[in-house]
């Protein structure tokens, strides 16, 4: 699996990972080095299991990568799908529907949108499924439904109620219901729930 920080102008993975990338997206996007140059590998491991994944930073504090323009965010994704030999390849966005951030969202195979009970983040999510409903089309991809994750329920009855929410608004407005994903339960590390 292959993890991408797509916060392209405030990226803050590797402060989290705990980490120093030599190479980032900046240096795939000014043509420094190539896609797979920058992939770096972290291991994991503990008493149990060992393993790794690769790692592609973003890069902070460069406003002009949140406003790439279409061809160069088309550029960058197909890149990436040349990562397929690493398996997964999972792109954390930032928040918001900016169009940098519409266009990755629109290219993925398979969008999964965060959600929590908070009515903020509710109406949020609604945006964004709304919104990428709309782009799929506009951007000339085959219709792909954003999966729903619910983070931070209570109980798994939570999290299911949270979802029905979301599903009924996204249904009776937009005729379209995201399927689950899967629900996080507060201060748990697995999901539950999970469907296909």
């Known amino acids: 699996m292959t993890l991408l920080d797509g916060d392209l102008g405030l990226a803050n993975i590797d402060i989290q990972l705990g980490v120093m990338p030599k190479l980032d997206l900046l240096d795939v996007l000014a043509h420094r080095a190539t896609i797979a140059q920058c992939v770096m590998t972290i291991n994991v491991g503990s008493c149990h299991s060992n393993g790794s994944f690769g790692l592609l930073l973003g890069h902070s504090g460069v406003p002009s990568l949140t406003t ?35 266009r990755l969202i629109a290219a993925a195979d398979t969008p999964l949108v ?66 689950l994903a899967g629900i996080y339960l507060a201060g748990q590390e697995t999901p539950c729930g999970i469907s296909a």
């Open 68 to 102: 790439l323009g279409a061809r160069r965010i088309q550029a960058v994704a197909s890149s990436v799908r040349d990562l397929q030999a690493y398996g997964i390849i999972a792109w954390d966005l930032c928040a918001g529907i900016d169009a940098t951030t519409r």
């Open 114 to 179: 965060v959600a929590t009970g908070e009515p903020t983040a509710l109406t949020d999510t609604y945006a964004v499924v709304k919104v990428h409903k709309h782009n799929r089309v506009m951007l000339g991809y085959a219709t792909c439904l954003a999966r729903l994750v619910i983070n931070q329920a209570t109980t798994y009855r939570n999290g299911m109620q949270i979802y029905q929410k979301l599903a009924h608004a996204c249904g009776s407005f937009l005729r379209v219901v995201p399927p």
